[in-house]
T-cell receptor, first 113, second 117 residues
């Protein structure tokens, strides 16, 4: 049972434009959400997170939006840069599960010149 | 300096063999993890240790045995390797086992590519 879903396996965006990566979840107990970025042959690196008490968190060019009623979150990257090309994983956890992260399958973002 | 380091990075071995993957973190974290990314790209937690104590064991076969000699190390030993064990294994660490709302995050190693032939 896939509790965190990233339905778009890949996304291509022009440099300077906005990249929007989407993530849906089914477990209503999830209350903390994270985005990780992964380059080939490297481990995932933390990008940005959001608690369920918020609906938006911003860090520089990266903004995460959370819509709890729709069980949906999205990552916006503005403006997109070629160095943003990577696989982006959405992850979620629930209170009391000792930091057990449930990951989506990732979306490969390609930022073109 | 590498924060979470794991060795070997690549490992090709025959079915039935026993192998180990080592992991060390120099972040001073008290919680360490093993995650597995399979051929379908699912990244799933296998084990979690907090101060050398097992706190998460996600229905992993008994052939997989984690060992934490101290809180900076979490090694993964796999007995009687099977073809289905081929995957990328990621070690990770975090400051607190449940420190999510404070913004603590999990830091991953670069992964160990295991291929069983």
């Amino acid at each position: 049972d896939q509790q965190v879903k990233q339905n778009s396996p890949s996304l291509s965006v022009q440099e300077g434009r906005i990249s929007i990566l989407n993530c849906d979840y089914t477990n209503s107990m999830f209350d903390y959400f994270l985005w990780y970025k992964k380059y080939p042959a490297e481990g995932p690196t933390f990008l940005i997170s959001i608690s369920s008490i918020k609906d938006k968190n911003e860090d520089g060019r990266f903004t995460v939006f959370l819509n709890k009623s729709a069980k949906h979150l999205s990552l916006h990257i503005v403006p997109s840069q070629p160095g943003d090309s990577a696989v982006y994983f959405c992850a979620a956890s629930a209170t009391g599960t000792a930091s057990k992260l449930t990951f989506g399958t990732g979306t490969r973002l390609q930022v073109t010149l | 300096d590498t924060a979470v380091s794991q060795t070997p990075k690549y490992l090709v071995t025959q079915m039935g063999n026993d192998k180990s993957i080592k992991c060390e973190q120099n972040l001073g974290h008290d919680t360490m993890y093993w995650y597995k990314q399979d051929s379908k790209k699912f990244l799933k937690i296998m084990f979690s240790y907090n101060n050398k104590e097992l706190i998460i064991n996600e229905t992993v076969p008994n052939r997989f045995s984690p060992k934490s000699p101290d809180k900076a190390h979490l090694n993964l030993h796999i007995n009687s390797l099977e073809l289905g064990d081929s995957a990328v294994y990621f070690c990770a660490s975090s400051q607190e086992g449940t420190g999510r709302l404070s913004g603590n995050t999990i830091y991953f190693g670069e992964g160990s590519w295991l291929t069983v032939v």
